[in-house]
């Protein structure tokens, strides 16, 4: 088990993040802010919406219908999520919520270690 509160496994934690997401949406996340304590990592990916989604989210119907495409995508990825995030704090964890802020265009997720 690494310190999760060290700062190089927060940089490498968002940059791999990053890359996954990319990988995996097709869209590259600006920024990746990583927060941890003792039991429990809390990771912020902004700007994650495609132009065409932004697009999307200016009417309540395209955010409503954002949110449900999100949920689903958001849960296929759980799995591949919680391998990446075990594999560098090097310790079991849950993806206890994932959350995507429309307004934001941020997907907040919050893992539960051990």
Known sequence: MVKTD?????TILAKA???FWNQYAGIRPTRVRVVSGEDAIFVWLEEVLSP?????????????????????????????????????VEEKSTLAEVHLDVANRSILGVFQLG
Request: proline share 2%; no cysteine; charged share 35%.
């Open 17 to 19: 993040l990053q890359e």
């Open 6 to 10: 060290s700062q190089d496994v927060h």
């Open 52 to 88: 065409a989604e932004r697009q999307m989210a200016s009417t309540r119907d395209g955010r409503k219908m954002l949110q449900e495409l999100e949920k689903r995508i958001l849960e296929k990825a759980r799995p591949q999520l919680q391998q990446l995030v075990e594999g560098v």
